[in-house]
């Protein structure tokens, strides 16, 4: 049977087309009947894949070519989920490694191929997305030699067969002008390149599990591959615990994949990759073996987390209003459920509150805290932090390599704010074409609120990559944010009078009608000190007419916040309140009394003395004046002339005015 089995898996950088390609893979080889209607990227079935459109998690299908089952894992090409991948190429014996014809090798292709490379695994080169406008077949394959050289690749890994495909169409070639117009090309190549699996069918039982998965009726299913031996339905066998123990139980169930189902064997042989049931207590990287000689296979290693958050259950006045699950009991059971199936994160709790969760990225956090929000939970997570560590009495941080593509244009942008974030360009690479290609080194830190930043900056045009590279001495402070926050000083609905009146001080997060409550951050400050706003003030309705008192105010649209931009936003000392319906940000200390303002903790609140939406004011205490509420008035901020020096002046006669008067009338 092993001859006619052959176990791949498809790696690649984000979006380089490997689902698209399964999806064609499955298509051609008659899995669904001509009938049937099938989604785009089918194997992207969770709802959250769907919604992205990136793969989240490794995948198994099966196909058949010619009698020989194939097996395919689909895997996640976001750094961040580089766990999934790890444990995919523990079960296969050959990668199908796909770039893109146009943007060619990045970090994450460098990235998945180094872990084939090391895992000893047969390579085989697709160059996909042929049909681009823009592809350079060519030129990628040569940028493609010179990573694999790069790597140490051993002189067979090297002698890689190279196929181009469009995997939309689903057409693969063994050349640019090869007439062929199906992937058969492509099933030929794996079935001449990839070894088919070895292991000896007598030998004690060992199947080692990858991947868990859950059934209302059969209860946990362990997803694996049988290494040696034979594997029964109805086999009495021992689990090998991580920790040791020998656990022994019984085969209830046992599938192998074909297509998008799973169907019922008997039996399955060395090679076979399968999801077995009757298995509790089973988890990631355990050993299913025989029941008399119990025989354990070595751990599977996975690098390790560089991020974390801290998780705890809401604090805000609003908790328990709109979520299901709001007890830190509840949270735990749920971080608990998910150390089960997600191997690459970790969970400490500090205190019966709060939980530190430590993962690869940002994004996979992210998508945990998303997903624990759809399933009705509600929790509020802190400011992202790099994990540390500490060699040889030194302080050592994760430092990335990040490329950037972008337009030439916006190179000494780009370069001034990775200098500023302790970036060092390694490399810059001009293809001629008006963008280029600039590598950086910089600490993972840095990272932080910075795609956001280039997005803008760049007028959304750049691309922005990065892998984990290893670890450097701590770098030194890192300036963040230049902003501050507008915090909304009291409880009540927005209002458009006041949003309006607000809008000049910086971009507004909330629309009007929002409920808000006191330490809620309503938008982001242009200057550098937090501002508490009253952003519930009603306009005054009086007797008295005027002629500008009806005028219709003009609202700038509001910045939605979404889940990753809040958490990319926020300081230390604020924090992002999750709910099934809500996401808002707010101040760790809510009242703002007991608050003392970031980074002018020293420097004296002073009130205007009319006018203004608030006239509480942080004060930037290396300047002895600063203009504050509506009018721009001048205050002095030294203690003995808190005074107000000029009278309100109109924009026509303070043309450097940063606040421009608005003809509402008086209110
Ligand atoms: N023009 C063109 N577009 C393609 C081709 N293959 C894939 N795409 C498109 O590329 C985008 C990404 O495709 P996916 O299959 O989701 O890529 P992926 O590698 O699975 O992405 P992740 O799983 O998120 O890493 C989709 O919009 C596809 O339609 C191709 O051969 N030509
Ligand atoms: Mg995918």
């Not at 927005?494 to 009608?513: D, H, S, W």
């Not at 958490?567 to 999750?578: L, S």
């Not at 942080?618 to 107000?644: E, F, L, N, Y």
Request: glycine residues 8%.
């Amino acid at each position: 049977m092993s001859q006619n089995t052959r176990n791949i898996a498809i790696i690649a950088h984000v979006d380089h087309g490997k689902t698209t390609l399964v999806d064609a893979m499955l298509r051609q080889s008659g899995i669904f009947s001509a009938h049937e209607e099938v989604a785009e990227r089918v194997m992207d079935s969770n709802d959250l894949e769907r919604e992205r459109g990136i793969t989240i998690l490794a995948k198994i299908t099966g196909v058949r070519f010619h009698g020989t089952k194939i097996n395919i894992v689909d895997t996640p090409g976001h750094s961040d989920f580089g766990g999934e991948v790890e444990r995919a190429l523990k079960i296969v014996d050959g990668v199908m490694l796909l770039v893109d014809a146009s943007e060619g090798p990045l970090p994450q292709t460098r990235y998945v191929l180094m872990k084939a490379l090391e895992a000893k695994l047969k390579p085989i080169v697709v160059i996909n997305k042929i049909d681009r406008p823009d592809a350079r077949a060519p030129e990628v394959l040569n940028e493609i030699y010179d990573l694999f050289i790069d790597l140490d690749a051993k002189e067979d890994q090297l002698d890689f067969p190279v196929l181009y495909s469009n995997a939309k169409t689903g057409v693969a070639k063994t050349s640019l002008d090869d007439p062929s117009e199906d992937l058969r090309p492509l099933f030929e190549a794996i079935m001449a390149h990839i070894p088919p699996p070895a292991g000896d069918p007598d030998a004690i039982l060992q199947a080692q599990v990858a991947n868990l998965d859950y059934s209302d009726y059969l209860g946990r299913l362990a997803i694996g591959r049988v290494f040696q031996g034979t594997l029964r339905h109805g086999d009495e066998v021992a689990i090998c615990h991580l920790n040791g123990a020998i656990q022994k139980t019984k085969i209830t169930k046992l599938y192998s994949f074909e297509g998008l189902k799973r169907v019922d064997e008997t039996i399955a042989r060395p090679g076979d990759l399968v999801a077995v049931a009757g298995v509790a207590g089973i988890t990631i990287g355990e050993t299913i073996t025989s029941a008399e000689t119990p025989k354990p296979m070595p751990l599977i290693q996975i690098d390790e987390p560089t991020i974390g958050m801290t998780f705890t259950v809401n604090t805000s006045p609003f908790a328990g209003k709109e979520g299901q699950f709001v007890t830190s009991r509840n949270l735990r059971d749920r971080l608990d459920k998910e150390l089960l199936t997600n191997v690459s994160i970790r969970v400490e709790s500090d205190t019966p509150e709060t939980f530190r969760v430590s993962g690869r990225g940002e994004l996979q956090l992210a998508i945990l805290i998303e997903m624990m929000r759809r399933e009705g939970f509600e929790l509020t997570v802190g400011k992202p932090e790099i994990l540390t560590k500490t060699i040889d009495g030194k302080k050592m941080e994760p430092v990335e390599m990040l490329v950037i593509d972008c337009p030439e244009d916006y190179i000494g942008v780009v370069i001034e704010k990775l200098g500023s974030r302790k970036g060092k360009m390694s490399k810059m690479v001009n293809n001629g074409s008006g963008r280029v290609r600039l590598e950086f080194h910089i600490p993972s830190r840095g990272l932080i609120g910075l795609r956001s930043e280039i997005l803008t900056d760049t007028r959304g045009t750049a691309i922005l990559n990065s892998l984990f590279h290893g670890y450097i001495e701590w770098q030194g402070e890192i300036p963040t944010r230049p902003t501050g926050s507008l915090v909304a000083d009291r409880a009540g609905k927005t209002t458009g009078n006041a949003i309006f009146n607000l809008q000049e001080r910086g971009e507004i997060f909330v629309n009007p009608g929002t409920e808000v409550y006191e330490g809620m951050i309503v938008g982001e400050n242009a200057r550098q000190s937090d501002l508490d706003v009253n952003i519930v003030k009603e306009k005054k309705l009086t007797n008295m007419r005027a002629s500008s008192a009806d005028e219709a105010i003009r609202l700038v649209p509001p910045k939605l916040l979404n889940l990753e931009q809040a958490i990319e936003f926020i300081r230390e000392d604020e924090m992002v309140e999750v709910t099934p319906k809500s996401i808002r940000l707010r101040k760790k200390i809510l009242k703002a009394n007991q608050r003392s303002p970031r980074r002018y903790a020293s420097s004296p609140r002073i009130q205007a003395s009319r006018g203004g939406v608030n006239r509480s004011v942080a004060v930037d205490s290396s300047s002895d004046s600063t203009r504050c509420g509506r009018w721009g008035g001048m205050m002095s901020t030294s203690p003995a002339r808190r005074t107000k020096l000029s009278p309100p002046i109109s924009k026509a006669s303070a043309p450097d005015c940063s606040i421009v008067i608005c003809s509402l009338g008086w209110w």
